[in-house]
């Protein structure tokens, strides 16, 4: 996945093709007619997100060359580092959640929401029924798939609050103790959500 700074507007996330041409370069391919050539910021920052036997990489680019209609030539000025939670592309997946309020009260029980949240690489919206406020820490499970079986538990804390459907309460959360396997496990767990979905428009589309 990939993020391309436009002029005037916000970051947009595009699936491509990622190939290591050197240590600190990069070609990344797209699909016909999806690289927007007159809307990009030649001067901007691109954040691209691959994997690489296995592991994920998070990288920091500008754009060094534009080759054709669907090819842009990185060059890196930072690659696998830590960002914050606004530095992550956030999707909107289907997964399952157990969480615990990390309290003084040995009677606070381990709740857990099934169904589609919004999550990315440094955080998520978790529909809650309880009230919580900025600063709250929580135990978290995340059961990312389930055949096969992928588990993810982290610590988190509440950075905001916002009123959801049915009653429920949304918690911005922001994963403040997590292994970096786990953490790569959500990405590519988002970066497949993300694939998933350009599938369905381009069938849909199709179908149109």
Do not use: W
Request: hydrophobic letters at 40%; glycine letters at 8%; proline letters at 4%.
């Amino acid at each position: 996945m990939i993020s391309l700074p436009l002029s005037g507007g916000q970051p947009l996330t595009l699936e491509c093709v990622a190939r290591r041409r050197s240590v600190d370069l990069v070609d990344a391919t797209f699909l016909p007619g999806q690289l927007p050539l007159k809307g990009l910021d030649l001067t901007g920052t691109v954040r691209l997100f691959f994997e690489d036997e296995g592991r994920t990489f998070r990288l920091r680019a500008k754009i060094e060359e534009i080759n054709g209609d669907d090819k842009l030539l990185l060059k890196a000025i930072e690659t696998a580092l830590q960002y914050g939670e606004r530095e992550y592309f956030r999707v909107n997946a289907d997964f399952s959640v157990k969480y615990r309020l990390l309290t003084d009260d040995v009677d606070i029980r381990t709740r857990q929401f099934n169904g589609r949240m919004n999550i990315s690489g440094g955080g998520m919206l978790l529909p809650l029924q309880e009230r919580v406020g900025n600063g709250q820490k929580l135990s978290l499970t995340l059961i990312l798939c389930k055949d096969p079986l992928k588990v993810v538990r982290c610590t988190a804390q509440v950075v905001r609050t916002c009123p959801l459907a049915d009653g429920f309460k949304g918690a911005g959360i922001h994963f403040t103790e997590i292994e970096p396997p786990d953490r790569d496990s959500i990405i590519a767990f988002c970066m497949a959500a993300q694939r998933l979905e350009l599938r369905n428009k381009v069938q849909t589309k199709d179908l149109t």
